[in-house]
């Protein structure tokens, strides 16, 4: 199978603006500095099916338990028709602390990429572990997966409607 999905950088402008809305705790320089270095997904072996992604910014305090963050990863995707990036969750933050995304597996749709938000991808975690363990999440942490499925459509099936927006934005 060929290339069927290329990872690029938002604009700085809609990262600043990210932060700003979700990431109170950095100052302009601060995210100036998370913006230079974020790092593209990737995939830690030949045989891993995901593309590891990455926190551009550490909690000073870390995750605690009954706490949610949401993460401007700087990230989108462009696609080829038919494929669809499903966010997941890295199993061993599962198995180790008991963090979880917010929306269980994010679905990030091909022409989420042409949104006014430059299809920013955003990640929330969750920590509401019976653990009950404060996790540290660093700067250049995976934090979650991405693995590219291409998808079919239905008999029938007439959608004609362009996309513009984030979260939810299909149902409006």
């Not at 990431?23 to 100036?32: A, M, Q, R, S």
């Not at 230079?36 to 072996?45: D, F, K, Q």
Request: hydrophobic share 35%; aromatic share 10%; net charge neutral.
């Amino acid at each position: 199978m060929g290339t069927v999905a290329k990872f690029e950088k938002v604009s700085f402008e809609v990262f600043r603006e990210a932060c700003k809305a979700v990431v109170p705790h950095l100052t302009g320089d601060d995210i100036i500095t998370a913006y230079s270095e974020i790092r593209l997904p990737r995939r830690a072996t030949k045989g891993s099916a995901g593309y590891d992604f990455f926190s551009p910014v550490t909690l000073p305090e870390g995750l605690k338990k009954g706490d949610s963050f949401t993460f401007p990863t700087g990230i989108r995707c462009k696609m080829n028709e038919g494929w669809v990036l499903l966010i997941c969750p890295r199993s061993g933050m599962g198995f180790k602390t008991g963090i979880h995304l917010a929306n269980t597996v994010g679905v990030i749709d091909q022409d989420y990429y042409y949104s006014d938000n430059e299809g920013h991808i955003m990640v929330k975690l969750v920590n509401d572990s019976s653990l009950a363990r404060t996790a540290a999440i660093h700067s250049g942490e995976a934090i979650c997966q991405g693995i590219l499925l291409p998808f079919g459509t239905a008999e029938g099936d007439s959608a004609q409607r362009t996309r513009n927006g984030g979260f939810g934005s299909t149902g409006k």
